[in-house]
């Protein structure tokens, strides 16, 4: 994690899901706990039988953990075809799926309720059943899920997408457009970015992200016409190139 980077890639078939995986999710450290918790109080506020957008997902399955109690349908789109098929792996409980069951053991806690071998095996065993499809996407296309015909959704996610696809003010306006428009009028979307920094870091490799400010992130969101009902922010733990990450719960107050 602290070695230097040897490499800058912007085309995201050079993004490595496995290394990416073992730098950020290995453990459940202070900033995924954060994430839990963060996912599981949120997601109980919503209604039962929502319809979920997943944007962006990357390689990673905890953000939708507790989504998966209360949602009736998961769409997971993605840009990167090596991360569809990370994500497609552990759908099919294929062997060299990543381990996500300290997450799931993480938000039974949250819970309250058992987080015994058992218990788990049926969470997964639901989630697999309530994510319908894995599906291509691209931020900056105008339609962002490529024409295919899902939208809009009660809830969309957008969880360490926006800092990386941006590169400057005008693209924001544009990007977050194009997202959010994937939202109906009144639902949600629930955004997660990291702040302060120019890049991140996967191993040797250096990946460009925007530098948002929590300030800044929340107003490309208001910009929208989304009402931002909460927001919470994280320092970083140490040794990571960004100052934090803030996590907004946003509804569509217009149209």
């Known amino acids: 994690m602290n070695a ?3 490499t800058a890639p912007t085309d995201s078939r050079e993004f490595d899901p496995h290394a990416y995986l073992e730098e950020y999710y290995r453990d459940v450290g202070p900033e995924n706990l954060f994430l839990l918790r963060f996912f599981h109080e949120t997601y109980a506020r919503l209604p039962d039988g929502f319809r979920l957008l997943e944007f962006g997902g990357g390689p990673t399955l905890y953000q939708l953990i507790s989504a998966s109690r209360r949602a009736g349908e998961i769409v997971f789109a993605e840009h990167a075809d090596q991360n569809r098929v990370e994500v497609e792996r552990w759908l099919a409980a294929r062997d060299g799926a990543f381990d996500w069951r300290p997450y ?3 938000v039974h806690r949250l819970e309250g309720g ?3 071998d058992l218990a788990v095996r049926a969470h997964e065993a639901h989630m ?4 319908s499809s894995v599906i291509p996407c691209d931020a900056r296309a105008p339609e962002p899920l490529l024409g295919a015909p899902h939208g809009p959704f009660d809830a969309v996610s957008v969880i360490f997408v926006l800092e990386a696809v941006i590169r400057d003010s005008a693209e924001a306006e544009r990007v977050f457009r194009n997202v959010l428009s994937l939202v109906r009028p009144g639902g949600h979307a629930i955004l997660i970015s990291i702040t ?3 890049s991140y870091r996967i191993g040797d490799a250096e990946l460009p992200a925007f530098p948002f400010t929590a300030d800044v992130f929340e107003a490309c969101v208001r910009a929208q016409g989304f009402e931002v009902i909460e927001r919470r922010f994280e320092a970083a733990e140490p040794g990571r190139v960004y100052d934090g990450m803030v996590a907004l719960h946003a509804v569509r107050t217009d149209g």
């Open 104 to 106: 799931f053991d993480e």
């Open 196 to 198: 302060g920094a120019t």
């Open 114 to 116: 058992s987080s015994s």
């Open 128 to 131: 697999r059943r309530v994510i």
């Open 4 to 6: 230097q980077p040897t």
